[in-house]
């Protein structure tokens, strides 16, 4: 059974960061590229980044470029997103997914605001 278990969301204040977590099972994660998205609220979910399989490459949506971070541990079947100086626009529900698309999680909440 696929399942995508994301977490490490909250409240944080403008200029601080988060690091999210999603923890994959019921597919051989180390053979897929993985993606990550959020959805603002009132907005489309849209593509945050996108890690290979080898975790060697990766690309960002240019309003994210040099403040997010994916990364991944395939041992751990794992995918990461490290936040840095986070802005209100930042505030959204984030999600992973696999390339191509499995199952969709139930997301966590991401708050940016003073």
């Known amino acids: 059974q696929v399942q995508l278990v994301e977490s490490g969301g909250g409240l944080v204040q403008p200029g601080g960061s988060l690091r999210l977590s999603c923890v994959v099972s019921?597919?051989?994660?180390?053979?897929?590229?993985m993606n990550w998205y959020r959805q603002a609220p009132g907005k489309e979910r849209e593509l945050v980044g996108s890690?290979?399989?080898?975790?060697?490459?990766?690309n960002y949506e240019d309003s994210v470029k040099g403040r997010f971070t994916i990364s991944r541990d395939n041992a751990m079947s794992t995918l990461y997103l490290q936040m840095n100086n986070l802005l209100p626009e930042d505030t959204g529900v984030y999600y992973c997914?696999?390339?191509?698309?499995?199952?969709w999680g139930q997301g966590t909440q991401v708050i940016v605001s003073s």
């Open positions: 997914m696999s390339v191509p698309p499995t199952l």
């Open positions: 890690i290979t399989a080898s975790g060697r490459g990766t």
């Open positions: 019921g597919f051989i994660f180390r053979s897929y590229d």
